[in-house]
C-alpha cells in the first residue's frame, strides 16, 4: 500500500506561514494526496487535495514534488484557529478505496 | 441538507445492549463513510457505502457490527451486545460519489459503554 509519512508534531508562531510535509515515496500515477484537518472534539475537514499540479484554495496550497514522492501544506498565515491534526492520505484506486487516515501531525500555533 | 447529521450526538448504554447510530449525508452524495476513533487514536475505517450497496464490509470489527442504508441516503450502523471496547466516536463521512472528492464530515456519535 502506498503510505504517508508525516512528523508526528509541528510548531508555528500566529500569523507565520506554516509549511507541513508529507512524504509519500510509494505513490502510484493515479493516486491523488488530500489533506484534511480535525480540529478538537470535531469530525476531519476537507482542506485541499491534487494530483500533479500545485493547487491553491481560500483554505490553503499544496505544493507537490515533480516527482511527487512529496508534497507540502501551506497555511499563509497561521491562527490559533489552525491549531489542528493535519492528514496527509493517498487515495488508492483512483480513489474508489475509501481514504486511510494515519497519524497526522498535530500543529500547535502559538500566539 | 447543508451538512451531514449524525444522531445521537452522545449515547451511554450498558454493556451488552444493542445501539443504533443514524447518519444522513448531504443530499446528492451517493457515497458514504462509517469511521470510528477511539480516545486519542486516529480513525479507523470500518464500512463504505456506494447507493446502497456496501462493497468493502472488511472495516468492520466484529460480526456484531453492521451497517445498512436505504433509499441511498440514510445510513443506519448497528452495534450488538456492545462491549466496552466499542467506546469511541463514530463518525460518518459522505462524498459526491467515490473517486477523488472531498469527504464531509458529520459531528460524530460519542459512544459509551459501561
Known amino acids: 500500500d502506498a503510505k504517508t509519512t508525516q512528523p508526528n508534531s509541528m510548531e508555528s508562531n500566529e500569523e507565520e506561514p506554516v509549511h507541513l510535509p508529507c512524504n509519500h515515496s510509494t505513490i502510484s500515477g493515479t493516486d491523488y494526496i488530500h489533506w484534511y484537518r480535525q480540529l478538537p472534539s470535531q469530525g476531519p475537514e476537507y482542506v485541499i487535495h491534487?494530483?500533479?499540479s500545485n493547487v491553491n484554495n481560500r483554505m490553503a496550497s499544496l505544493a507537490i514534488a515533480e516527482d511527487r514522492k512529496s508534497s507540502t501544506l501551506i497555511l499563509h498565515r497561521a491562527t490559533l484557529r489552525d491549531a489542528a491534526v493535519y492528514y496527509c492520505?493517498?487515495?488508492?484506486?483512483?480513489?474508489?478505496?475509501?481514504?486511510?487516515f494515519g497519524k497526522g501531525t498535530r500543529l500547535s500555533v502559538i500566539a | 441538507g447543508a451538512g451531514v447529521s449524525q444522531s445521537p450526538s452522545n449515547k451511554v448504554t450498558e454493556k451488552g445492549k444493542d445501539v443504533e447510530l443514524r447518519c444522513d449525508p448531504i443530499?446528492?452524495?451517493?457515497?458514504l463513510y462509517w469511521y470510528r476513533q477511539s480516545l486519542g487514536q486516529g480513525l479507523e475505517f470500518l464500512i463504505y457505502f456506494q447507493g446502497n450497496s456496501a462493497p468493502d464490509k472488511s472495516g468492520l470489527p466484529s460480526d456484531r457490527f453492521s451497517a445498512e442504508r436505504t433509499g441511498g441516503s440514510v445510513s443506519t450502523l448497528t452495534i450488538q451486545r456492545t462491549q466496552q471496547e466499542d467506546s469511541a466516536v463514530y463518525l460518518c463521512a459522505s462524498s459526491f460519489q467515490t473517486g477523488n472528492y472531498g469527504y464531509t464530515f458529520g459531528s460524530g456519535t460519542r459512544l459509551t459503554v459501561v
Open positions: 492520505i493517498l487515495s488508492l484506486n483512483s480513489g474508489n478505496t475509501p481514504l486511510v
Open positions: 491534487g494530483l500533479t
Open positions: 443530499s446528492g452524495h451517493t457515497a
